[in-house]
């Protein structure tokens, strides 16, 4: 097993649907406000790395109403979101075959714009708003994470893997970024109880991969339970690395 920091260098748009708000003007709505947050959530960042940037996960975001009783009449499918490739990639960790796993990012510095889209057509007489995929909202100001911006995280491998230099997520894959990695050379691994972790963590990879959380500070939550709260927490058990760094993996 390898353990790398990992500093991510944004190039392009970031956008993630972290919160949506009502967007009201003076005499009505506009539309919607959208506002991601400054915490990315590990598993666009395994698709990212793994260059599977259209898989459902992405492509289909109705199909979180599965996960919602109320919501499941408006969809046709009784499937719902499928994680194949992440699912996969978790699996092959904790068996110990060629895989990565990357914690999720949190930033180091950001830089923040707004900016505002419309879905908005011309016929040859009047404007006409044409249908958009889930219809609602044609008109939203979005904020977004610009170029210049930085997060880091840990990445650990185990066996023969190509780390990317280079990864694409967030809505139209317009958040490039230029991944740089930092070998840290394990000399020391020890058990210890009751342990902070060194950066947020999945809760739900840490409960698949053997460890108790005692405690949880929630930084992240999306709209589908399956990809897990993401947080800092108080580990139970941790396998402290050079006396450091608190991670939820059991080192080979």
């Given amino acids: 097993m390898k353990l790398y920091k990992a500093n991510f260098y944004l190039q392009g748009i970031l956008i993630f649907s972290t919160e949506v708000r009502p967007m009201i003007s003076a005499g009505g709505s506009m539309g919607s406000y959208v506002s991601p947050s400054p ?13 599977k940037p259209a898989e459902a ?11 919602y009783p109320e919501r499941k009449g408006r969809v046709k499918t009784s499937k719902g979101l499928q994680y194949t490739s992440v699912r996969k990639l978790l699996e092959d960790f904790k068996n110990g075959r060629d895989s990565f796993y990357s914690f999720p990012l949190f930033p180091v510095k950001f830089s923040v714009s707004s900016f ?32 210049g911006s930085q997060f880091f995280t840990y990445v650990v491998t185990q066996g023969n893997v190509k780390l990317p230099q280079w990864i694409r997520i967030g809505k139209k894959r317009w958040g490039i970024f230029r991944v740089e990695y930092e070998e840290v050379k394990i000399n020391k ?36 339970p399956q990809e897990g ?23 080979r």
Avoid: Q
């Avoid at 915490?39 to 260059?51: A, C, D, K, T």
């Fill in 229 to 251: 709260l993401i947080g800092w927490a108080v580990l139970d058990e941790c396998e402290v690395v050079n006396d450091r760094i608190c991670l939820p993996i059991k080192w």
């Fill in 116 to 147: 505002l889209l419309s879905a908005e057509s011309w016929s040859y007489v009047l404007p006409v708003r044409t249908p958009t995929k889930n219809v609602f909202p044609r008109l939203t100001s979005y904020s977004a994470f610009m170029p």
């Fill in 39 to 51: 915490h990315v959530h590990n598993y666009p960042v395994m698709y990212g790395m793994l260059g």
């Fill in 189 to 224: 691994v020890e058990k210890r109880r009751n342990e902070p972790t060194s950066v947020p963590i999945n809760y739900k990879d840490a409960e698949f991969f053997g460890f108790k959380v005692n405690s949880f500070s929630k930084v992240l939550e999306t709209p589908n």
């Fill in 57 to 67: 996960y992405f492509v289909f975001p109705s199909l979180h109403y599965l996960d």
